[in-house]
């Protein structure tokens, strides 16, 4: 299997641009996972879903951040408008059904708003 | 909710040394608990993880960890580090029959010459 993909991998934008990362999860994982990871606040669980349904957004910071996964094979996590502080690496995960699961993780995006 | 804290932001040693990384948990229910690595540029792999039965779990290149439940603790352990060994390290958990991984800040361990 490939694994997570992510793209892009590095986004340089400036402030006030809208900025889409996308992921494609494995194949027939039931769970989709967005985090961003800063120095300051460490690794952060922005969102999840299950089965294509968000489950918990409580980690989303802002209205600016959404997140959607329209089907199984495909998820976006888009930010408008961006802002210095949202420089950071977004990190896509999946995993399969039932709890204590290994989560994978893609390789990251690499954002920086200037 | 569940939380983790790893106490150590870094680990410096040298090579062939032994090294423990601490991790800590707070939750009111049964936990699944995991240890990833992230190698610089790169995403988190798993290194281990414990869900039931032998309290000491073996991982992938010679790191095992020790799940204690009345210290609510799972430090991770490695008898002799590689130069290789450098990265960051992350404990994270899980509450059981939930799916969010909630994750330490990490420890960068440092190995040298």
């Known amino acids: 299997d490939a694994g997570v993909i992510q793209s892009p991998r590095h986004e340089v934008t400036e402030m006030g641009q809208e900025v889409t990362l996308r992921c494609k999860p494995i194949?027939?994982?039931?769970?989709l996972f967005w985090y961003r990871q800063t120095m300051m606040r460490g690794l952060e669980l922005l969102i999840y879903?299950?089965?294509?349904?968000?489950?918990?957004d409580s980690g989303m910071p802002e209205d600016r951040f959404s997140a959607k996964m329209p089907n199984a094979s495909f998820s976006t996590l888009k930010i408008q408008p961006s802002e210095p502080r949202d420089s950071a690496v977004y990190f896509c995960?999946?995993?399969?059904?039932?709890?204590?699961?290994?989560?994978?993780f893609g390789e990251g995006s690499w954002l920086t708003v200037v | 909710a569940q939380s983790v804290t790893q106490l150590d932001s870094q680990v410096p040693v040298f090579e062939e040394a032994p090294v423990e990384l601490r991790c800590n948990y707070s939750?009111?229910?049964?936990?699944?608990l995991f240890w990833y690595v992230q190698y610089p540029n790169q995403g988190l792999q798993l290194l281990l993880k414990?869900?039931?039965?032998?309290?000491l779990v073996k991982g992938i290149n010679g790191f095992e960890a020790e799940f204690n439940k009345s210290q609510t603790s799972f430090h991770l352990r490695k008898p002799s580090v590689h130069i290789s060994d450098t990265a960051e390290y992350f404990c994270?958990?899980?509450?059981?029959?939930?799916?969010?991984?909630?994750f330490g800040t990490g420890t960068r361990l440092l190995v040298s010459p």
């Open positions: 995960a999946s995993k399969p059904l039932s709890s204590g699961n290994t989560i994978y």
């Open positions: 194949s027939g994982h039931d769970y």
């Open positions: 879903f299950n089965n294509n349904v968000p489950i918990d």
């Open positions: 939750s009111s229910v049964s936990v699944y």
């Open positions: 414990y869900l039931s039965g032998s309290t």
């Open positions: 994270a958990v899980e509450n059981t029959g939930f799916q969010k991984l909630v």
